[in-house]
């Protein structure tokens, strides 16, 4: 089965400052999605930035891109510039055929 | 823009008590999931439905069931709620779920049985 590990339960960031969100998973396919979710407290949790597995450039958002190593299994997200607003749960997941797995999740703070 | 309502935001209950958790979509989504959600836990699926009428178990389906007899309806159901059962319950839909499709999530429901 196909297993999500962030191993970041908290972090915490200056405001302007630069934050990266670590994600690792466990798969033997090759051709696969990845995707970062956002949840605000006490608000809907939102995409923030997806990634198919066959593309080897590193997706980008605004502030938000990844830094996505296929033979890792590895799957960032970094975050500059980083704005109050940033502060929230983030959670890494992967999807081949199958519902959403999702980590467990990297609070992240962010100090003014 | 997709829009996914759960009926409550919060609801107490008391151990025993039949409970009903209800999330409508408007988009015409065919798949449709309950997630649990849990500090230090993660999302946990504990059911989905790719049809109507249509159900498959997640990976923590005890206690619960699920119904689905419209396409934007799905309901979660907590036969004889415990306290255990005390978390937030996420539901969310997608349009395909073998794909990179976004899944989008509705407000939740922090439900607590004493």
């Known amino acids: 089965a196909q297993t999500v590990t962030q191993s970041q339960p908290e972090m915490s960031v200056q405001e302007a400052e630069t934050v990266t969100l670590s994600c690792t998973y466990d798969?033997?396919?090759?051709?696969?999605?990845l995707f970062w979710y956002k949840q605000p407290p006490s608000r809907q949790m939102i995409l923030v930035i997806r990634?198919?597995?066959?593309?080897?450039q590193n997706a980008t958002e605004n502030r938000f891109s990844v830094n996505f190593q296929k033979a890792a299994k590895s799957f960032s997200l970094k975050i500059s510039d980083s704005q109050l607003g940033d502060a929230a749960m983030y959670f890494c997941a992967y999807r081949l055929n199958t519902p959403l797995v999702f980590g467990k999740g990297t609070r992240l703070s962010v100090i003014a | 823009d997709v829009k996914v309502t759960q009926s409550s935001r919060y609801l107490v209950k008391r151990t025993g008590e039949k409970v009903f958790l209800e999330c409508v979509q408007d988009m015409d989504h065919e798949n449709m999931f309950w997630y649990r959600q849990d500090p230090g836990l993660g999302l946990r699926l504990i059911y989905f439905?790719?049809?109507?009428?249509?159900?498959e178990k997640g990976d923590i389906p005890e206690g619960y069931s699920v119904s689905r007899e419209k396409k934007e309806r799905f309901s979660l159901i907590l036969e004889s709620a415990s306290t255990n059962q005390t978390s937030m319950y996420l539901c969310?839909?997608?349009?395909?779920?073998?794909?990179?499709?976004?899944?989008?999530f509705g407000p939740g429901t922090r439900l607590t049985v004493t």
């Open positions: 439905s790719y049809d109507v009428k249509m159900k």
């Open positions: 990634q198919e597995a066959y593309k080897q």
């Open positions: 798969t033997s396919e090759s051709d696969y999605y």
């Open positions: 969310a839909s997608t349009q395909i779920p073998r794909s990179g499709y976004e899944q989008y």
